[in-house]
Structures are given as C-alpha cells and as structure tokens.
C-alpha cells in the first residue's frame, strides 16, 4: 500500500510568486491535513480537508488555501510568498473518523528567495 | 486552546540503555488522544506510539513505552535498549476526540552514543 506522497520534494520561489504544491493521501484515506514546519514556530496546522470540505483551519493568512478533489488529492496553495513562507510543508492523512491516526508524507522543502 | 510542551530540547543515551521523553500539555476536554512521533533524517513524521485518554493503561509497543498521568497532563516517552536507529527528533502530539487537528510540542533531539 502506497504511503502518503508530496511532490515536489523541493522548491524555489521567488518573493511575490505564488506556489501550488500537491499531497496524495493513502488509498481509502478521506482526511487530508496540511502543517508548516519552521525552525522558529515549529509544527504548525494550516488546515484540514475531508470529502472534499475543509473542515477546521489554523491560524494563518488567507494567502494561505488549498482544496480537496474528489479522489481525495489535495493542493494546498500559498500566493504572494514572503521570506517567512520558507519552511517544510507536511501533509497527513488519515480515515478521518475520531480514532483515526495520521500518516505523513514527506514534505515538501519550500526555499523564497 | 490546548498546548504541549516538551521541555528538553536534547537528549543523549547510550545505546542498549533506557531514556525517557517528557511531555506535558493542556487541555479542558475529557476525551482526546495523545501520540510520539519521529522525525529522522529523512523528515518523515512516523508514529512511535499512541495514548487514548480514557484508557488508564499505558501504551506499549516493543521497546517504547508510555506513562500517562491523566490528572497531571503528563505523557512521557520510555525508550528501553536503545538502538542507533532511534536517533531522531520525537515530537509529542495531541488530538481531541472528533478532531484531525494535531497540536504538537517542540520537539527532543535524541542522540544514541555508540
């Protein structure tokens, strides 16, 4: 069973692009969820998709969105990029019932230069 | 809002010997789950462990183990025999009940000296 996949592994943008990058959860897996990792603010929660309806959102700007197919891919996007947009963005999925554990892909390193 | 702390930045053991990860965290609810991941090298967050918080039994998976103390919000991680693949960061995480959102700490580096 193929595990959880991200892609691109890495990134390079330029300040001011916008960037699109792409999870494939688990086969059967309906909840999709994106986290930004930094050095200074750590793991944080962007947001959660499921059955293709976000369904809880973290703290961050709205440049910040993203979407669910109804294969349960997902995209998250990030317009306008800033310095402090650089960071390993992870995604996790899971069935999405209350017991649930998530599965991780591994990441994508996003560099704005 | 709930919160988890992990107050060792690092660690080190010596391989085949016992270390201990601490965790606590905050929260109001009654029901919610409580998990260690790792994260080596490699950046792939992999689950060591989980704890649900209505069971008073500690969780155990080979050589990791739990000690859940529900009253003091304390979730601490037991690794016995230590083996260099165990090198890597371990992230304590929670989760309510009904929620996909997972809140995690800062994270322990762990270090295995040969």
């Known amino acids: 069973k193929a595990g959880v996949t991200q892609t691109p592994r890495y990134l390079i943008k330029t300040r001011g692009q916008q960037v699109t990058l792409s999870c494939s959860p688990i086969?059967?897996?309906?909840?999709v969820s994106w986290y930004q990792q930094t050095p200074g603010q750590g793991l944080q929660f962007l947001f959660e998709?499921?059955?293709?309806?976000?369904?809880n959102k973290g703290n961050f700007p709205g440049r910040f969105s993203g979407r669910q197919f109804s294969n349960s891919r997902s995209e998250m996007n990030v317009s306008t990029l800033e310095l402090g947009d650089s960071a390993l963005y992870l995604c996790?999925?899971?069935?999405?019932?209350?017991?649930?554990?998530?599965?991780f892909g591994q990441g994508t390193r996003l560099t704005v230069v | 809002a709930q919160t988890v702390t992990q107050s060792q930045p690092e660690m080190s053991v010596q391989e085949a010997e016992t270390v201990t990860l601490s965790c606590t965290y905050d929260?109001?609810?009654?029901?919610?789950?409580l998990f260690w991941y790792k994260q080596p090298p490699s950046r792939q967050m992999i689950l060591v462990i989980r704890?649900?918080?209505?069971?008073?039994q500690n969780a155990t998976e080979n050589r990791f183990s739990v000690n859940f103390q529900k009253a003091a919000k304390s979730f601490s991680l037991k690794i016995s025999d230590s083996q260099l693949g165990d090198a890597a960061m371990y992230f304590c995480?929670?989760?309510?009940?009904?929620?996909?959102?997972?809140?995690f700490g800062t994270g322990t580096r762990l270090t295995i000296i040969p």
């Open positions: 704890q649900e918080a209505y069971k008073q």
């Open positions: 998709y499921f059955s293709e309806t976000q369904r």
């Open positions: 086969s059967g897996h309906r909840s």
């Open positions: 995480a929670y989760k309510d009940f009904g929620n996909e959102k997972l809140t």
């Open positions: 929260t109001s609810e009654s029901d919610y789950y």
């Open positions: 996790a999925s899971s069935l999405g019932g209350p017991s649930t554990e998530a599965f």
